[in-house]
């Protein structure tokens, strides 16, 4: 059975950091691409970050403040999430497909795997 178990979202201010963890199980871990979804109420869900056992992605809207990596001996991926902006509140989906095309901009591409969401809430 294929798991996707996020945890680290919470309430923050702005300039604040916050760093998620994507715990996975089922599948081969380094062969998929593993990362991030957002959805804000009333916004479309948008593809933030995911990582690959070559490459890494960012929307433009979180480059230079959001790091994702891996440990691949927890089979967990991390969003370190710096210079945190209210317009980053959202609720994040840890996702994985064998290709990073779901997180490219406009794809409407779905991800094969879905965990549950964190709620990030960054405060003015």
């Known amino acids: 059975e294929v798991q996707l178990q996020a945890s680290g979202g919470g309430l923050v201010q702005a300039g604040g950091s916050l760093r998620l963890s994507c715990a996975a199980s089922?599948?081969?871990?380094?062969?998929?691409?593993i990362g991030w979804f957002r959805q804000a109420p009333g916004k479309e869900r948008e593809g933030v970050s995911c990582i690959t056992s070559s490459d890494t992605f960012y929307a433009d809207s979180v480059k230079g403040r959001f790091t994702i990596s891996s440990d691949n001996a927890k089979n967990t991926v991390y969003l370190q999430m710096n210079s945190l902006k209210p317009e980053d509140t959202a609720v994040y989906f840890c996702?994985?497909?064998?290709?990073?095309?779901?997180?490219?901009?406009?794809?409407?591409?779905?991800?094969?795997?879905w965990g549950q969401g964190t709620q990030v809430t960054v405060s003015s």
């Open positions: 996702a994985a497909d064998l290709l990073p095309i779901p997180w490219a901009s406009g794809s409407g591409y779905p991800p094969e795997y």
């Open positions: 089922g599948f081969t871990f380094d062969n998929y691409a």
